[in-house]
């Protein structure tokens, strides 16, 4: 069909840690140039990533008369729980079935997700939790830290 297997130019990198990932990008963004390139490449993290600094957790299909006692009990052997927010209907002040729970740590939130996430069903629930991520928004929680490398447009051509 007329692709080539050329590369591209792009790539992405994983890093285990956030910090890691920031000094790559100190280290190497309009800096280093790749064989046959001409011009340095440009690194960034990948879109969505920049946001992600809290280990904040969104929780569903809770039971309805689970309160934030007892998920902070459900999710405390995974690490230090620093914030429990079951979010309640206004209409009759019942908990909805959803929550979102944070971590001191990336580390235990990751943990807590591989360990509970559609797998534990508590009594009063028809489905296991879900348990991942919260929406990213300026402010949110994040997994491990991606880069982006890629060469300046003038690269492109080449």
Not at 31 to 45: E, F, I, T
Not at 104 to 115: C, F, N, P, Q, T
Not at 120 to 131: A, T
Request: glycine share 8%; aromatic share 6%.
């Amino acid at each position: 069909h007329g692709r080539s297997l050329a590369a591209a130019g792009c790539s992405f990198v994983l890093f285990a840690q956030r910090a890691a990932a920031d000094a790559a990008i100190r280290a190497l963004n309009n800096v280093h140039s790749m064989p046959g390139w001409r011009c340095p490449m440009q690194l960034s993290l990948a879109k969505g990533e920049e946001e992600r600094t809290e280990a904040k957790l969104f929780v569903g299909n809770l039971p309805k008369d689970l309160g934030e006692e007892g998920l902070r009990q459900v999710f405390t052997p995974f690490g230090e729980v620093t914030e429990v927010f079951v979010m309640m209907d206004k209409a009759t002040g019942l908990p909805r079935g959803c929550a979102f729970v944070k971590f001191g740590l990336m580390s235990e939130a990751k943990r807590a997700i591989e360990s509970l996430g559609g797998k534990l069903m508590l009594p009063g629930s028809n489905e296991p939790m879900v348990v991942r991520f919260a929406d990213n928004k300026p402010s949110a929680a994040a997994a491990a830290s991606t880069a982006v490398a890629a060469p300046a447009a003038a690269n492109s051509a080449i």
